[in-house]
């Protein structure tokens, strides 16, 4: 589970993990993040526990991260998290730079691991 943010980005893969990020759950990632802030609030593992998922706050409100956030964590939602982290770890490599998703749809990402016979 300290592979994946609360947001859904999967920390492992981050090209940016040992080079000064750690993970949100490890004390990486910003102060300030309002997925973080609220899940630790209100006691959730992440915002695919969330009722209120999507909120339109923090990454979920933001148009360069909305689509590749909200995807991901539908993902976990549909999949579970142990099944998404697989299927990211196998389909986006060992060090993903999430700018690259930047602007993507949440349809555009959740084609990521659909289109492919994901189940």
């Avoid at 990454?59 to 991901?72: P, Q, R, S, T, Y």
Wanted: with cysteine; aromatic share 10%; charged share 30%.
């Amino acid at each position: 589970m300290d592979s994946v943010a609360y947001c859904g980005l999967v920390c492992e893969v981050c090209k940016h993990t040992g080079s000064g990020c750690n993970g949100c759950r490890r004390g990486g990632g910003a102060k300030d993040c309002c997925q973080r802030k609220c899940c630790v609030e209100k006691g959730l593992d992440g915002c695919w526990r969330c009722e209120g998922f999507p909120c339109g706050k923090g990454f979920f409100a933001e148009d360069a991260w909305k689509g590749l956030c909200i995807g991901f964590v539908q993902c976990i939602k549909d999949r579970g998290t142990e099944k998404f982290v697989s299927l990211v770890r196998s389909r986006m490599g060992k060090a993903v730079d999430y700018g690259d998703f930047r602007f993507k749809s949440e349809d555009n990402i959740r084609a990521l691991f659909l289109d492919r016979g994901a189940t």
